[in-house]
C-alpha cells in the first residue's frame, strides 16, 4: 500500500521547536522528490521545503531558511522536518508529499500526499 504517514505535530508556545516525520511505504521512495508543505485556515497551500531522496540535495523557500531544516533517513525511509523559533503564524496543517517530476516548489506538481499533522503555535 503506497501511503505517507506524517507525525510530530502539536501546541507549542512561540519561539518553540517541533520536529515533523513522513515515513514511506509502498514504492520506491528513491527516485522521488520529498516536499513538505503547510496550510492555515482561509489560505492556499504553500511549499515550506523539499528533498531529493538519491542524492539529498534540499530547497527552501527563502524565508523559511534558517528556521527549518529537512533531512532524510533513508535505512528508515523517513523525511524529517525541524521548525525551529515557531511563531503564531506557522500554525497550520503540515503534509508531507511526494512527486517524481515537475516543480518542486508547486503542490499540484505532487501525487501522493500524507494525512497532514497540525502544528499550532501560541502567543
Known amino acids: 500500500q503506497v501511503q505517507l504517514v506524517e507525525s510530530g505535530g502539536g501546541l507549542v508556545q512561540a519561539g518553540g521547536s517541533l520536529r515533523l516525520s513522513c515515513t514511506a511505504s509502498g514504492f520506491t521512495f528513491r527516485l522521488y522528490v520529498m516536499g513538505w508543505f503547510r496550510q492555515a485556515p482561509g489560505k492556499e497551500r504553500e511549499f515550506v521545503a523539499g528533498t531529493r531522496w538519491s542524492d539529498g540535495r534540499t530547497y527552501y523557500v527563502e524565508r523559511m531558511k534558517g528556521r527549518f531544516t529537512i533531512s532524510r533517513d533513508n535505512a528508515k525511509r523517513t523525511v524529517y522536518l525541524q521548525m525551529n523559533s515557531l511563531q503564531p503564524e506557522d500554525t497550520a496543517v503540515y503534509y508531507c508529499?511526494?512527486?517524481?517530476?515537475?516543480?518542486?516548489?508547486?503542490?499540484?506538481?505532487?501525487?501522493?500526499w500524507g494525512q497532514g499533522t497540525q502544528v499550532t503555535v501560541s502567543s
Open positions: 508529499a511526494a512527486t517524481m517530476n515537475g516543480d518542486i516548489y508547486n503542490y499540484s506538481e505532487y501525487y501522493l
